[in-house]
């Protein structure tokens, strides 16, 4: 078996039978201090010295929170607040204010799934930096209701998201949300 961090090279030097972990954010350079002879086809040849780049890996940011305990009577424009962040990587998601701050410029994916009671309605709207992204309408009758919805939102370095109810459509009792 071929050593971890050793290349099987043909005479001429080409690889080939790579035998390393993959690594695409780094660099391996090696050399030789001494003249090779007699190399036969397939000779795995150790290197006398070598050095390895790895650059750090590229930040990332993503969280799941979700809610702990029933809300009642969700008012006008009041933010959701999903008080048990289970994932929360970059933390950048504030459990207790309900509010997303970017760190890291892109385009974040934002799911949210919500179960009301019986003959309840909530609407509910992705905000960014006060502005209105995406909104959100749930209503039943006579059972439970349950609905999700995905957005897409390009976010710049302190941009902040959250989630608010309609100042007219609220009526609902979020009893669980993911």
């Not at 994932?87 to 994916?109: A, M």
């Not at 006579?142 to 710049?156: F, P, R, V």
Request: proline share 6%; net charge neutral.
């Amino acid at each position: 078996m071929i050593p971890k961090w050793t290349t099987k090279v043909d005479k001429d030097f080409r690889r080939v039978a790579p035998n390393h972990p993959p690594a695409p954010q780094s660099a391996f350079k090696a050399w030789l201090t001494h003249k090779l002879t007699n190399v036969g086809s397939e000779q795995i040849i150790t290197f006398d010295n070598a050095e390895i780049n790895i650059d750090p890996p590229a930040p990332q940011s993503a969280f799941k929170a979700r809610l702990t305990h029933k809300l009642t009577n969700v008012g006008p424009d009041q933010i959701i607040k999903f008080d048990a962040a289970e994932v929360n990587i970059g933390n950048q998601y504030n459990p207790t204010t309900g509010v997303f701050t970017c760190d890291i410029p892109g385009l974040y994916v934002f799911h949210l799934t919500i179960t009301t009671f019986k003959d309840k309605s909530v609407e509910l709207f992705f905000i960014k930096n006060g502005q209105r992204m995406h909104n959100f309408y749930l209503a039943n009758t006579g059972y439970l209701g349950s609905g999700s919805t995905t957005a897409l939102i390009q976010l710049d370095q302190g941009d902040t998201v959250w989630i608010k109810s309609d100042q007219y459509h609220s009526t609902g009792d979020l009893i669980d949300s993911t």
